[in-house]
């Protein structure tokens, strides 16, 4: 007889545990939980103001939760050091903000590798083929100061994804996007969690990215609610 083993479970690749944030008297998030499984892409939707960005800052480990706890692929993160945290963060995470965050004394091709040269995950030919989905190839020796505000978010898209993260955090990474790029920057992150096995979370009101997601959570006086209210 064949012994039956139980698999251990995987962990989630990213989970907020009843996150609590408040800015002076003004209460964001009032305890608000959400775990992205390996391959899992969910999206996050909610009126301008709602928590969105703070939530996502509060995953990506950017800033500490007032209560509540963080996990980056089993690993609880937010009790962790502020540099044995960032060591972590270019290991396990991707991260694409409302601003692209990009380096202006590097090139292109530089600001891709960055997550690499901190993590040693990745290679260059990984770097230049994510540019190339991204629609960047040509582009890698630019300056980020010469290049499109849409074209930094693409640098800034295959910066996240360059060191295979467990998990990728994207605040609008379509918002100023034509519709050819934004539908290559959907399919990129879609085919980083199908193929690669990260979760996405990513906060987009752009039906692209919403129809891709396996599931949206609308965030709406600091919690998340089942319905999808009218603030489209
Ligand atoms: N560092 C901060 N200090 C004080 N208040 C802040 C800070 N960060 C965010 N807030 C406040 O918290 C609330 C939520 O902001 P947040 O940026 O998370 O909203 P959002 O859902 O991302 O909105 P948008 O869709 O416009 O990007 C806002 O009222 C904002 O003014
Ligand atoms: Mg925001």
Redesign the pocket.
């Known amino acids: 007889m064949p012994r039956v083993t139980s698999l251990p479970a995987r962990p989630a690749a990213l989970e907020g545990r009843d996150l609590m944030q408040a ?2 008297p ?1 209460v ?1 998030l009032r305890g608000v939980s959400v775990a992205v499984q390996p391959g899992e892409v969910v999206a996050v939707t ?10 996502l800052h509060l995953l990506g480990g950017l800033d500490a939760p007032q209560s509540g706890e963080v996990h980056w692929a089993g690993e609880r993160v937010d009790v962790l050091g502020t540099q044995v945290r960032a060591q972590r963060r270019a290991a396990q995470l991707g991260l694409v903000f ?1 601003h692209h965050y990009l380096l202006e004394d590097l090139t292109v091709l530089e600001n891709v590798l960055i997550p690499t040269r901190l993590s040693g995950r990745g290679d260059e030919s990984r770097a230049r083929a994510l540019l190339g989905r991204v629609g960047l190839t040509g582009r890698e020796s630019a300056y980020p100061a010469v290049l499109s505000g849409g074209e930094r978010q693409r640098v800034a898209v295959a910066r996240a994804l360059a060191a295979h993260p467990a998990a990728v955090l994207a ?2 990474p379509t918002g100023s996007l034509d519709r050819a790029n934004a539908q290559a920057v959907a399919q990129l992150l879609v085919n980083l969690a199908r193929e690669e096995g990260a979760g996405v979370l990513l ?1 987009t009101h752009d039906d692209r990215l919403t129809r891709y997601a396996d599931r949206t959570l609308h ?1 709406l006086d600091g919690q998340f609610t089942d319905e999808a209210p009218d603030f489209a």
């Open positions: 800015f002076g003004q964001v909610g009126p301008s103001g709602s928590g969105k960005s703070t939530l409302q605040d609008e906060v965030l």
